[in-house]
């Protein structure tokens, strides 16, 4: 009998999985996905042929590595190199700032064929190329649940042809971090309140942000008006967190060490509380001081309106009375890292707030076409220069 239904259960998810992929909507995404990828892999080698490295610091499985194949290791620059010593070595000093689920489930993955730097890289591309797809299929639906597909179809392309969107093709846990998230809300939007909190679970052991999801739920369930026994399993969402938490402790000494690591490895950071107020006028202050020439203005720049454009989204949100649950998390994931003082890393930050993407579609809705395509054009733009100055070694977010 329990052969019978594990070959039930079996047919049951291959029945699934082929409806999913006869699914004219997910083929759609697959190709839209598809397109993005290869356009990013023509910029990544065309920035070989016309953009002069920047120093020898930060590359992918070492500058020796990055020499040799950059098509391939210069898909995890900067913090990829991180999260590769993480899974191959464990934790060292000033690594603590990256989240673990992400390390581990490379290592997962690239342990059986060896452990190499090159099977680590292969690993955690694949994980994050594949839950990239994973989570634009399960936002498309999870959209669709409030509003007709033209909008779902928009917040896509928003979300392929954002400036920093290489990020989720990289070796870094955005996408995973998306994927967990998405599939969060959609699952509590279908009633599982239980397995969605499960991946919430592993969404703040993944990124500081997943904890955010516990007071997003909260008013999810408030909204439906339902009673606690039915939404219980949310505040089990931040004990990936604690159990983070409690590893730094051990280890180290100090539960916070994610924390206090920013202000050594980004010390535009500040301790305590600084108001938005604040920054704007310190990037105001640097964007007229730093030569345009410096290539860091460019960053500067990009910061600058992405702070000013994520913290107006939530409000105009609000105006058009979208649910309580995607506002919270679009506003305060902005806020989040904003407190420290700084910008800094906030384009790369975003990309996985969902509802601000989404709010951006149903505002663009009601503009005509040539500007909707001239917008897609300009952040498309955006999105060479930025992939470009990433693959070459130049700081971006």
């Not at 460019?298 to 309580?324: N, Q, Y």
């Not at 305060?332 to 906030?346: D, K, R």
Request: net charge positive.
């Amino acid at each position: 009998m329990k052969l019978l239904k594990y070959i039930s259960r079996a047919c049951n998810n291959f029945v699934i999985v082929k409806k999913l992929c006869l699914d004219k909507d997910v083929q759609k995404i697959f190709l839209l996905f598809i397109f993005w990828k290869f356009f990013l892999i023509l910029v990544s080698f065309l920035s070989l042929k016309f953009l002069a490295l920047r120093g020898k610091d930060f590359f992918g499985g070492g500058f020796e590595a990055y020499i040799k194949t950059p098509l391939f290791y210069g898909w995890a620059n900067f913090d990829g190199e991180h999260y590769l010593s993480i899974a191959q070595v464990g934790y060292r000093s000033l690594e603590q700032a990256f989240f673990p689920v992400y390390p581990i489930l490379i290592n997962f993955f690239a342990k059986p064929f060896g452990g190499t730097m090159e099977n680590l890289v292969v690993s955690g591309l694949l994980i994050s190329n594949v839950s990239f797809l994973a989570a634009l299929i399960v936002l498309f639906k999870l959209i669709i649940l409030d509003y007709p597909k033209k909008i779902a179809y928009f917040t896509v392309l928003l979300l392929l042809l954002f400036p920093t969107s290489f990020y989720f093709g990289a070796l870094y846990s955005e996408s995973l971090f998306l994927l967990l998230t998405v599939a969060s809300f959609y699952l509590i939007r279908k009633g599982y309140w239980f397995f969605a909190s499960l991946l919430g679970v592993f969404s703040s052991a993944t990124r500081i942000f997943g904890v955010l999801l516990v007071p997003a739920f909260l008013l999810e369930a408030s909204e439906k008006k339902l009673k606690v026994n039915k939404f219980v399993f949310t505040f089990l969402i931040p004990t990936g967190l604690l159990a983070y938490m409690y590893y730094q402790w051990i280890n180290y000494g100090d539960p916070l060490a994610f924390y206090h690591l920013q202000k050594i490895v980004g010390p535009q950071h500040e301790s305590g509380i600084t108001l938005l107020p604040q920054i704007y006028y310190r990037y105001i202050k640097m964007m007229l001081t730093t030569p345009f020439s410096n290539p860091i203005y460019s960053t500067i720049i990009l910061e600058f309106i992405v702070g000013i454009l994520f913290f107006i989204l939530p409000i105009l949100g609000f105006l058009r009375k979208m649910k309580a649950s995607y506002l919270f998390y679009a506003f305060a994931g902005f806020i989040l890292p904003t407190i420290q003082g700084s910008f800094s890393s906030v384009p790369r930050y975003v990309i996985v707030l969902f509802p601000a993407f989404l709010i951006m579609s149903i505002l663009l809705e009601s503009f005509k076409k040539p500007v909707k395509i001239a917008i897609l054009f300009l952040s498309g733009i955006c999105l060479i220069i930025e992939t470009a100055l990433f693959f070459r070694g130049y700081w971006v977010a």
